[in-house]
Every structure is written in structure tokens, then in C-alpha cells.
């Protein structure tokens, strides 16, 4: 059945799911699944996401993880987008099968219920921030706990680069590493 995205779809939804049990799985997710971090890029459609919704979560994720230091690497000169993509394609489907009906609605989101007449991905940045805090702190259990997922897959995958660790002075590995780590 094709999602419809208005509102007595999104609660049809929501109603269907009778909970969000699988994102909410994803808001706890504390580590990722071994391997997600050895994914190597590739030149191939993404492997769990579309091309358009990897397009969206790169949006998404460019987002979440700005962190305001000019030392940040640029969200495409790291491999987050591979690693959360290699992560989600390890997981049980039960558990991430909302995920691209979740990107969809925070697409369209802002043209739909925030009369902005623009998708997310072509917001500029301060309304991508002000659209993502709606989802943060909205009514709806669905979009908070949407939120916390994308924004929990988004953290796992910056923060497993090695570009990223200088930004919280991590040094590496604490096993497996040369005794000069």
C-alpha cells in the first residue's frame, strides 16, 4: 500500500505500526552492527537506500552532525553516508523498514505542513534546522521517535570516522592499534 502523506495518512500510519517499535530500536542503537564501519565506498547505488533517499539523508545528517568547528570535515569527505548505509543494510528489516518512509516525510515535511513551498533538502540551513527541531520536539510520538533515530544512525556514523576524532581529541582504537596511538 503506497504511503499517502497528508495527515490522515501519516496517522494511518502511525496507527499501522501500533508503535514505532523498529525506530525506536534504531533511537537505542548504541553501537553498530560489526562491519558497518569497514564499508568501503563505492561507485553503486547504496545498498539499503535509493539514491533519493540517501540524497535526503545526507541532508538530514549534514544537519545533525554541524558542529560549528572549521577542523570538521565536510559531511562528503568522510564515509558516514556508506557507514550508516552498511549498518541498516546489516540490521534486522523489521527494525528499518520505517527508515525510508522516515526520510520521505522529513522531505516532504516542510512543503506539506510548514507552508514553506520547498522539501527539506532545499532548505537552506537554518530552516533545515528549525524543520528537524519541529521533528524533535513535535505532539507526535512518531515524528520524536523518527527523529531520534535518524539522528542516532547519524552520530554512530560521523563519530565512527577517523576525520571526526581530532574535533573530541580521540586518538584511535584503544586495542588493535601500534603502541604510538
Not at 564515509?79 to 550508516?84: A, E, K, N, Q, S
Not at 523518527?146 to 581530532?166: D, H, I, V, Y
Request: charged share 20%; aromatic share 8%.
Amino acid at each position: 500500500m503506497p504511503l499517502r502523506i497528508h495527515r490522515r495518512g501519516f496517522l494511518a500510519l502511525s496507527a499501522r505500526l501500533g508503535g514505532t517499535a523498529g525506530l525506536s530500536a534504531l533511537a537505542g542503537l548504541r553501537s553498530l552492527p560489526a562491519g558497518a564501519d569497514e564499508a568501503v565506498p563505492s561507485v553503486t547505488p547504496a545498498a539499503f537506500f535509493s539514491v533519493r533517499e540517501r540524497a535526503v539523508l545526507a541532508a538530514v545528517v549534514a544537519r545533525m552532525v554541524a558542529t560549528g568547528d572549521p577542523r570538521a570535515p565536510a559531511l562528503e569527505r568522510t564515509h558516514t553516508l556508506d557507514v550508516i548505509d552498511a549498518a541498516c543494510g546489516k540490521l534486522a528489516p523489521a527494525v528499518t523498514e520505517l527508515l525510508p518512509t522516515a526520510l520521505r516525510l522529513v522531505e516532504w515535511w516542510p512543503f506539506l505542513f510548514e507552508l514553506r513551498f520547498r522539501r527539506f533538502s532545499e532548505l537552506p540551513a537554518a530552516e533545515q534546522d528549525a524543520s528537524l527541531e519541529g521533528w524533535q520536539k513535535s505532539g507526535l510520538a512518531v515524528r520524536r521517535t523518527a527523529f531520534l533515530a535518524l539522528r542516532n544512525l547519524a552520530l554512530l556514523g560521523w563519530w565512527s570516522q577517523e576525520e571526526t576524532w581530532p574535533l573530541i581529541d580521540y586518538r584511535g582504537h584503544l586495542l588493535g592499534r601500534g603502541a604510538g596511538s
